[in-house]
């Protein structure tokens, strides 16, 4: 069985010591790297990648708001970052594993290990990404920001920044005209 595998950091010299570490792992296939949180949520849903080593601090959306952006839908994550502040939340929201950096190739090694034998019980990991996003959810209170998808490409929304929203019929993750949106300096 081999692992389809997306790096996703703000930091080139990250994404090279990750793709490294993975290039000397056959159960682990690189599909592509990302350099910020849109991308990246680009990037999964094109590539359906099994495992994700993502970034927390990013531009654009952090690790937490490409996890939520992505719904029940997501891989497993292996956060990597340099912020320790962020461990507790990343395991209360059910993420594989936390790399710390600069992690060793021991370390990496063991991640990748939780990785796969959780995924012999992926039905079991689909429910702690569902819980992930509800719990990630909850402790937001109210937006600052949107994420939307138009033409087929998505934008970052400042709710302040929104006068209407208009839906004209059923909008789901296919229909990139089905509604409406104003705000300044966005023409749809």
Request: proline share 5%; charged share 30%.
């Amino acid at each position: 069985m081999t692992l389809r595998a997306l790096i996703v950091d703000d930091e080139p010299p990250a994404r090279r010591k990750i793709r490294a570490l993975l290039k000397g792992d056959s159960r682990f296939e690189i599909v592509g790297e990302a350099e910020n949180g849109l991308k990246a949520v680009e990037s999964i849903e094109a590539e359906h990648p099994d495992i994700v080593f993502l970034d927390i601090q990013m531009p654009g959306l952090s690790g937490f708001e490409v996890l939520e952006a992505l719904g029940a839908e997501c891989p497993q994550i292996i956060f990597t970052t340099a912020f320790d502040q962020y461990a507790v939340k990343a395991f209360a929201i059910h993420a594989v594993d936390y790399l710390l950096k600069p992690f060793d190739v021991g370390r990496f090694q063991e991640s990748l290990e939780r990785a796969i034998q959780e995924r012999r019980f992926r039905g079991l990991s689909a429910a702690r990404v569902e819980a992930l996003v509800n719990d990630w959810q909850t402790r937001q209170g109210p937006l600052d920001r949107i994420l939307i998808r138009y033409r087929n490409r998505l934008k970052i929304l400042n709710t302040k920044d929104i006068e209407w929203i208009e839906a004209e019929e059923k909008i789901c993750p296919s229909a990139s005209s089905a509604g409406k949106l104003s705000a300044p300096g966005y023409h749809g």
